[in-house]
């Protein structure tokens, strides 16, 4: 029995592969695959495995888009910290979806499903992957942020931020009404985490809501200058890489 383990963490990696090898003790687990090109160029060069376990968040993105690449037909149990996809369709179609850190009771309830349902055909059919992909291809995106506000705590609603911006290595939300917020998480983090066909990283600098963009000029070296509602402290210019993505961005 070859299993595949697709997880970018190795401590992770490392206690699954334990917990599988307790369990199927003549199982041939493969080495760490950490990320979705690397798990592309696997399935291109090599045989499909009996069983795959896949951590859905990789270090280059969800893992959901290894299957717009290539087609895998073996059996999938999907593995996340985060309880945030839409659980249900992994239930319907008998993929399993195991919480991080993995109880080991849950390990055994999955390949107990894996035995029942896909040991004898070893094989699950693309048509099932594909609506699988595309009916979690929007990924729950944040909603509101716990920060701090004297000795109180309060939230800020996401739809109420006109922008994000880095000051000397803190990270800042301005709200719509002007009031601005020191937010607990870097900039490369919120552009993860944000919509984006509500949001666009114009620079190293900044984040900017699509309804906070009041007028964009032309500005030298190729770049554009962006006014914004409210104004902002520093230069909200679109940096000359990011914008041809900034138009697009703007067009769709």
């Not at 506000?149 to 803190?170: E, H, K, M, P, R």
Request: hydrophobic share 40%; no cysteine.
């Amino acid at each position: 029995m070859r299993i595949l383990l697709i997880e970018d963490e190795m401590p992770a990696y490392r206690r699954l592969k334990k917990m599988l090898l307790h369990k199927l003790p003549n199982a041939e687990i493969s080495d760490q695959i950490e990320s979705i090109s690397d798990a592309v160029s696997y399935f291109k060069n090599e045989p499909d495995p009996t069983l795959i376990f896949m951590d859905i968040q990789l270090a280059d993105g969800l893992s959901f888009s290894i299957f717009e690449q290539i087609e895998i037909t073996g059996p999938v149990i999907f593995t996340t910290a985060f309880d945030q996809y839409t659980l249900k369709a992994f239930k319907v179609h008998s993929i399993d979806y195991l919480l991080k850190p993995i109880e080991d009771e849950a390990l055994d309830a999955a390949l107990l499903k894996f035995e029942r349902f896909y040991q004898k055909e070893n094989q699950l059919p693309s048509q099932v992957i594909q609506q699988l992909v595309s009916q979690l291809e929007q990924p729950a995106y944040r909603e509101r942020f716990l920060v701090k506000t004297g000795s109180s705590l309060t939230y800020l609603q996401v739809q109420d931020i006109a922008y994000f911006y880095s000051d000397q290595s803190l990270v800042y939300a301005r709200k719509k009404d002007q009031k601005q917020h020191h937010i607990d998480a870097s900039l490369d983090q919120l552009e993860q985490q944000l919509d984006p066909k509500q949001f666009f990283r114009i620079s190293r600098k900044a984040i900017v809501n699509i309804d906070a963009i009041v007028k964009i000029d032309t500005y030298f070296n190729g770049r554009l200058l962006l006014h914004l509602n409210p104004s902002s402290d520093f230069q909200s210019t679109v940096s000359r890489d990011r914008v041809a993505a900034f138009k697009a961005w703007l067009d769709r």
